[in-house]
């Protein structure tokens, strides 16, 4: 286990990060990325979403474009009131508290959960994917978009030190063991590192 897929530590590392998490995000998860994400799910005005590990709102924001029945999740207060001051805290986006691994809704309630860039610090992958079955709808459609395991040696050994890196084998395996029958990878990143992210879609 990396050091960040540690609840506790990963709300440390937030507590800091989420000063200036837009801008260093945006090196890495990009708007064309989210643009490119969101165009897998052909989201419908009146479908309500579920953003697992919204931060700050970054994802959110993409989503809003498609529909306005959004609920955000994350277990950072200090992402949260980032995210919060976006959107207002009595806004048309609900904001919740909560774990990815025990996710606070009821079986089969939303036609879309999204989670961007938050698999990679859940301790308990599978069982947070499980939790996203639950709840999203018979025909509806979960969205994880995660890191894409390094080529290069170094890199690994520096990616297994820190969170969860995944390729392609590895993400058929969680999503098999989460009890996803049907489910596809895509690759993206910027430009100047086009395979960074691999984004899976599944059904339940």
Known sequence: MGLLEHKARARIFYKYLSRVYDEVNAFIWTEE????????????????????????????????????????????????????RKFGSQGPVRFYRGDAERLPFDDSTFDV???????EYWPHPVEALRECRRVVKPDGRVLIVGPNYPSRTLFQKLADAIMLFYDESEA?????????????????????????????????
């Open 113 to 119: 959960v999204w989670s961007s860039g938050s698999i």
């Open 172 to 204: 058929d395996r969680m999503f098999e063991r989460a009890g996803f029958e049907e489910f596809e990878h895509h690759l993206m990143g910027p430009s100047h590192s086009p395979e960074v992210a691999i984004t899976t879609v599944a059904t339940p």
């Open 33 to 84: 990325m989210r643009t490119e994400a969101i165009g897998l799910l052909d989201i419908d005005a009146d479908d309500t979403v579920l953003d697992v590990g919204c931060g700050t709102g970054f994802a959110t924001e993409g989503l809003f474009e498609h529909t306005e029945q959004i609920h955000g999740l994350d277990q950072s207060p200090h992402q949260l009131e980032q995210a919060k």
